[in-house]
């Protein structure tokens, strides 16, 4: 393990602003891309398909195979890229092969004719999109000086949901043709990942960085950064977070339309309303968050205010009786959320246990990104039918999201190498 020293950051070339731009791009790109499906389009094309009593079941189904390979790919698709000597660089082959296996995902999402075949193309799209996301992470770390972290995660932060907005706002537009639903929003993943490629300072990794290639080798270093203390809270903290926006995502269609009775048409507005809000608060705070937390070099406090402004947003949306006071909750998680993904990623920047496994480590980190998207969805219809007989009572869902935000705040407390 090497420990940063201040001889690092001085050594560290400094990026330019345009750089800077294209790497945030390629990362809304991927979220863009991503997100949609788990937003709005896989719940279209799965109320398409399934029948109206089982649309909840299988869409919960399906996003949670797919969460559960994310959390597979991820961690080793970053333990290889942390060693691959391609004369491409490390990141370049990775980030260049997910985009061509997620582009072959979409295609099948969008011409599957059964849940079958939509199952199998949202585990293909998860395989390709983590593998970038695996690779494109630790462009933070490797590439941004530290005095620049805070600033640039700020940026990074707001991307996922902006590119929730963006799918949004785009699948007004394509719901016509299936196909083009998935493929509208990769087309901006396209332009973002190639020309990050193309001006990415990458180098191969060197045969000190080799690691042992056994399954329980492989396994063994995939899980070390879980005995360092504090990756381990900071792990704990995003996770839960990540459970309550996993119910926020995945749900909000039907909670528009079975918890406030809206018609599809109307509630597919309402959506596109709720995350261009969320857009706004995140945007907008992140930007303002990363530049506090470079200024007083805390993270912590940031972190925690951020949870518990999300666990009351949830609970504004649980007891919402009407879209007003629903737009008003998420409102308030938005800002909540955008202050805490403008702390979250410099935060883990500066606790990595080790500088020669940043993507394998961050990809570990990821896990508590992808774990919900399984685990959400999974015990959702526990919830459901806890809250009515009938199985729709969504403001369960948000209750319970609400208690998983509030667990994330009071879980950052124990981090110690970071204030």
């Not at 890229?81 to 004369?87: K, L």
């Not at 985009?99 to 995902?105: E, F, I, N, R, Y």
């Not at 205010?305 to 919402?320: M, N």
Request: hydrophobic share 55%; with cysteine.
């Amino acid at each position: 393990m090497k420990a940063w020293s201040p001889a690092d950051e001085a050594t560290r070339e400094p990026v330019s602003l345009a750089f800077i731009a294209v790497y945030v791009l390629a990362q809304f790109g991927i979220w863009v891309a991503l997100l949609t499906p788990v937003v709005i389009t896989m719940a279209l094309r799965v109320g398409a398909i399934a029948t109206e009593a089982e649309k909840g079941r299988w869409l919960g189904i399906i996003l949670a195979i797919g969460g559960f390979v994310a959390l597979v790919v991820t961690p080793i698709c970053g333990a290889l890229s942390d060693r691959t000597r391609s004369r491409f660089g490390r990141r370049r082959p990775w980030l260049l092969g997910g985009l061509l296996v997620s582009g072959a995902g979409l295609v099948v999402l969008g011409s599957a004719p059964n849940l079958l075949l939509l199952g199998l193309g949202w585990v293909v799209c998860q395989a390709g999109f983590n593998a970038m996301q695996a690779a494109c992470l630790p462009i933070l770390p490797d590439v941004i000086p530290v005095r620049m972290q805070g600033r640039v995660a700020g940026m990074l932060g707001m991307t996922s949901t902006a590119g929730t907005f963006a799918g949004s706002w785009i699948t007004q537009f394509t719901q016509s043709s299936d196909l083009l639903m998935f493929l509208a929003p990769f087309a901006i993943t396209v332009v973002g990942i190639v020309t990050l490629c193309l001006i990415l300072p990458d180098r191969p990794a060197s045969p000190d960085e080799d690691r042992p290639v056994g399954v329980g080798a492989m396994l063994r270093h995939i899980a070390a950064p879980f005995r360092d203390w504090d990756f381990s809270w900071a792990f704990g903290s995003r996770f839960l977070i990540m459970m309550a926006w996993s119910f926020l995502l995945t749900y909000q269609l039907f909670f528009l339309t079975d918890q406030l009775s809206l018609p599809k048409s109307d509630a597919t507005q309402v959506m596109v309303k709720s995350m261009g809000i969320i857009a706004t608060a995140t945007i907008g705070i992140s930007m303002i968050g990363g530049f506090i937390t470079d200024w007083t070099g805390r993270r912590k406090p940031l972190v925690f205010l951020a949870a518990v402004l999300e666990g009351a947003g949830f609970l504004t949306i649980a007891l919402a009786p009407s879209v007003d006071q629903f737009l008003v909750g998420v409102a308030m998680a938005g800002i909540g959320k955008g202050l805490y993904f403008a702390v979250d990623l410099a935060l883990l920047a500066a606790i990595l246990p080790s500088d020669q496994d940043r993507a394998k480590d961050m990809g570990v980190f990821q896990i508590a990104n992808s774990l919900p998207q399984s685990l959400a969805p999974a015990i959702a219809p526990v919830i459901l039918m806890i809250g009515s007989a009938g199985g729709k009572d969504y403001a369960a869902i948000y209750f319970t999201g609400a208690v998983f935000a509030l667990l994330g705040a009071f879980a950052i407390n124990p981090v110690r190498r970071s204030k």
